[in-house]
């Protein structure tokens, strides 16, 4: 006979791109400075907002909080990324949505714009074709017909590919012609640093180079430490003082993996009370190996052939945790100069950090022992199973 079963507890951590986690850590100050504008309109340079960082940082739960909080103030939201068709996207599907959610009175406004149809019943029906579709007016006539509270735009997702980046150049200066004629208007991109930066440099995206920047990287071991502690409490449980600081120390402040991390020690014993220091030892393998597949590989694919050679050089020459530039010069084969253009964009798109005069330094945690698991093929690498074929060679023909 089987015991009645143990009353396990949800994990309270949520781990995965994309997905909210239940106690944000860090940023304090810009989640407040952005916050309140949604309930001042008093913007100061926040009219755009451009959030860089690598993959896991959290940016889209960023954009997530934003838009919730935006949306309690009162604020229309409009949220997609910078796939292709963003301009269409909006203007066909996500803004008649908007326009359905509003009350009856808003909508009988909007038809003295003369933008759109609507049934008797106030259910969108279509554009009016005498006017040539321009989202700047839309956002004009909504912001106008919602008492200028606000709308929230934000597009996820920003990544190089010319057409791409010419079409979000394009709707961004939808967006400023749209604030000059008096909408309040806050636009956030979110996106790894090279590519925001291609964005900048676009024909039509002036108005972007005034934007707030915000650089997503690790949290300090307090956030993190404060993540892990809240994120269980809320879950019903404490942790240990030891194991606290032992999943911070794994975690390294990487929000990913702060998550990845909390979750694996909760169900190590999901029934107990407390997370010990057992349990952060048994999540240990597993979040490393999780990052490791679902993150960290990944980031490195975003890098270029020469980013990869420089990385790569950069983990032979690590030691005690950096790397001497001379070294790096000396294990590429190529010139100071050339060596140095690609550390300058490591750094600026926050792969590489300078660590003391001459040395460079990774900013992510576990990315040189995977590019080392990549270079040398390790046959002390316990992660992979022995061969089992091995005393059974195939015979000679
Ligand atoms: N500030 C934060 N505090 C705690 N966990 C976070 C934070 N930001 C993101 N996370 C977690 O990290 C993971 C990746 O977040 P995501 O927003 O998808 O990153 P990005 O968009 O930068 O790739 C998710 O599991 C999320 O819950
Ligand atoms: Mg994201």
Redesign the pocket.
């Known amino acids: 006979m089987s015991q009645s079963p143990v009353e396990r507890s949800r994990s309270p951590?949520?781990?995965?791109?994309?997905?909210?986690?239940?106690?944000?850590?860090?940023?304090e100050q810009e989640i407040d400075e952005l916050t309140r504008v949604f309930s001042t309109l008093d913007f100061g340079e926040n009219h755009s907002i451009l959030?860089a960082?690598?993959?896991?940082?959290?940016?889209?739960?960023?954009?997530?909080l934003l838009q919730n909080a935006a949306t309690d103030a009162g604020w229309l939201v409009i949220s997609d990324d910078a796939s292709s068709g963003l301009m269409d996207r909006v203007m066909e599907t996500t803004i008649p949505a908007l326009l359905n959610g509003l009350d009856p009175a808003t909508k009988a406004r909007l038809t003295s714009v003369g933008l759109w149809k609507f049934s008797a019943s106030w259910e969108y029906q279509d554009r009016h074709r005498e006017v040539k579709p321009l989202l700047r007016n839309d956002l004009v006539a909504l912001s106008r017909a919602i008492d200028n509270r606000g709308i929230l735009i934000t597009i996820?997702?920003v990544s190089s590919g010319r057409v791409r980046l010419r079409e979000l150049a394009k709707f961004a200066l939808q967006v400023s012609h749209a604030l000059t004629d008096g909408a309040n208007i806050m636009i956030a991109f979110?996106g790894i640093r090279i590519d925001l930066d291609e964005l900048l440099k676009q024909e039509h995206a002036t108005f972007l180079r005034r934007s707030r920047d915000l650089t997503?990287e690790r949290?300090d071991p307090h956030?993190t430490m404060a993540?892990l502690r809240d994120?269980a409490a809320v879950g019903g449980r404490q942790i240990s003082p030891e194991a606290l600081r032992r999943l911070a120390e794994i975690a390294q402040g990487?929000?990913?993996?702060?998550?990845?991390v909390g979750d694996y020690a909760w169900r190590a014993r999901s029934d107990a009370p407390t997370i010990e220091i057992e349990d952060a030892e048994v999540a240990f393998e597993k979040a490393i190996k999780a990052v490791m597949s679902r993150?960290i590989s990944k980031v490195y694919l975003d890098l270029s052939d020469k980013d990869r050679e420089f990385v790569k050089a950069m983990t032979l020459a690590l030691v005690d945790g950096r790397a001497k530039m001379s070294r790096i010069v000396a294990l590429m084969g190529e010139s100071d100069q050339y060596v140095q253009v690609y550390k300058r964009r490591l750094i600026d798109t926050g792969y590489v950090q300078r660590a003391g005069h001459g040395f460079v330094s990774f900013t992510l945690p576990y990315l040189d022992q995977y590019i080392r698991s990549l270079v040398y093929d390790d046959p002390r690498d316990d992660r992979r199973p022995a061969d089992s074929w091995a005393d059974f060679p195939a015979p000679q023909l």
């Open positions: 951590f949520n781990p995965g791109y994309g997905r909210q986690p239940l106690v944000f850590g860090g940023h959030i960082g690598l993959r896991g940082a959290g940016k889209t739960s960023m954009l997530t996820d997702e979110a997503f949290l956030a993540v994120t990487y929000p990913y993996l702060i998550q990845l993150v």
